[in-house]
């Protein structure tokens, strides 16, 4: 499935939850991920993440497509990493 990833975490912890995101999903724009992920995967991207999370004060959300092809996407301005070139 294709998964978009956002992430609100305090800064103290941030940094570990870039290198996570980055172990599964391409990085977008700042705190912003997306990628084909299967259902196990996501699941160890969830649980290492509520791991590394304070549910009190961080969040994550996920948008889940079953492909990507469902996505249209839009980009206005400066487009921080282009992923475009990834097969």
């Not at 991207?45 to 996407?73: C, N, P």
């Amino acid at each position: 499935m294709y998964i978009i990833l956002v992430y609100d975490i305090e800064e103290k912890r941030v940094g570990k939850m870039l290198k996570l995101c980055r172990r599964y999903l391409n990085w977008i724009q700042n705190s912003v991920f997306e990628g084909e992920l299967t259902d196990a995967k996501l699941k160890e991207l969830v649980h290492s993440a509520r791991s590394i999370m304070d549910t009190e004060k961080d969040s994550i959300i996920l948008f889940k497509m079953r492909q990507q092809s469902w996505l249209e996407k839009t980009i206005i301005g400066l487009e921080k990493n282009d992923t475009d070139n990834f097969i």
